[in-house]
């Protein structure tokens, strides 16, 4: 089974030229700092699905390339980042973010249950992340942050249809419930909320505070959420739902996508104060 992935673009093709910093936004700069730990932290989840599909070289060697694509993406964000913040020292703060958040690598099977329950996982993963950078693409007015995101979107978009594509193979394998396909979408969602973007929020932004996985996660999710428009959502509503087995086109499918929708412009009214403290957006909906 071979899924092609490879991304067609390096850091040299990003026109770093155009920068322009009377446009840059900086409370999108302090997500997009927090977004490049992420993204360049792929090796520790590459060493986790290599041992979960130990005896599938061809997928491990897709694992090491799709590793390699999000560490692209790490460092051209965090390159942005420097420019746009000049006394950001994106490999020291990278560094103080691997010493800080630490996963559980060596392992013999998926922490969801079965391959299939990882790749659903790992679906939503995509998922979010396509709708996340397609959704800063349309918010930020400054050109080179603008290119970095379309291409990491696309990028991010293959990615899926890889997980997506080894899922089929492992569902036919393990013939796992549509229902257990459906918690496991809902409980990776949930885990949006966990500390890895906290974590990577408060080194890139408060490291001279203590950390409060609280406060870090709840600026994070208001500078992220606030971004988004009801474009952004469906569409990634619609790859979360065919991961989980259900049809974005059905009823059901239509009735989920809205419930997501909601449910951002109810989290950003529940974080009003963050929201107006950092002159953002006052809910999704003005973006829709």
Request: glycine share 6%; hydrophobic share 45%.
């Given at each position: 089974?071979t899924v092609r ?5 390096t850091?040299?093709d ?7 910093p009377?446009r840059v936004?900086?409370?999108?700069l ?6 490049a730990?992420t993204?360049?932290?792929s ?6 699905l290599?041992n979960?599909?130990?005896?599938d ?5 897709q ?11 790490g460092?051209?964000l ?12 994106f490999?020291?703060t990278?560094?103080r ?5 630490v996963?559980?690598t060596?392992?013999e ?21 396509s709708s996340?950078?397609?959704?800063l693409?349309?918010a930020?007015e ?13 990028d991010?978009?293959?990615?899926y249809?890889?997980?997506?594509t ?6 036919a ?17 949930r885990?949006s909320e966990?500390?890895?973007l906290?974590?990577a929020y ?12 609280a ?7 208001a500078?992220?959420?606030?971004r988004?428009?009801l ?6 509503g ?7 087995g259900?049809?974005p086109?059905?009823?059901?499918g239509?009735?989920?996508t809205?419930?997501l929708?909601r449910?951002?412009?109810?989290r950003?009214?529940r974080?009003?104060d963050?929201v107006?403290?950092?002159n ?9």
């Open positions: 089974m992935i490879m991304s067609v673009w850091l040299d990003v026109p770093w030229d155009a920068f322009d009377a936004d900086p409370e999108l302090r997500i997009i700092k927090a977004a730990l993204e360049r932290n090796a520790q989840y590459a060493r986790y290599r979960v599909f130990h005896d070289p061809a997928f491990g060697a694992v090491d390339q799709w590793a390699e694509e999000e560490a692209r993406h460092d051209a965090g390159r942005w980042a420097e420019l746009a913040e000049p006394g950001f020292d490999r020291a990278f560094q973010f691997v010493e800080g958040y996963i559980p060596d392992v099977q998926s922490v969801r249950g079965s391959r299939t329950g990882e790749m659903v996982a790992r679906c939503i993963v995509e998922t979010g992340t996340f950078y397609s959704a693409r349309d930020t400054e050109p080179v942050l603008k290119d970095i995101c379309q291409r990491i979107a696309g991010e978009f293959r990615h249809k890889l997980f997506y080894t899922l089929q193979h492992t569902l394998a393990e013939n796992v419930s549509r229902a257990r396909r459906v918690l496991v979408a809902v409980s990776r969602m885990e966990d500390d890895e906290a974590f408060h080194c890139a932004n408060t490291p001279d505070r203590p950390y409060d996985r406060t870090s996660a709840r600026a994070y999710a500078r992220a959420f606030s988004y428009r474009s952004h959502v469906e569409r990634g619609a790859m979360a739902l065919k991961a989980a259900l049809d086109r059905g009823r059901l239509r009735l989920a809205g419930a929708w449910y951002l412009r109810f950003l009214w974080m009003a963050e107006r403290a950092a953002l957006p006052q809910g999704c909906a003005a973006q829709a």
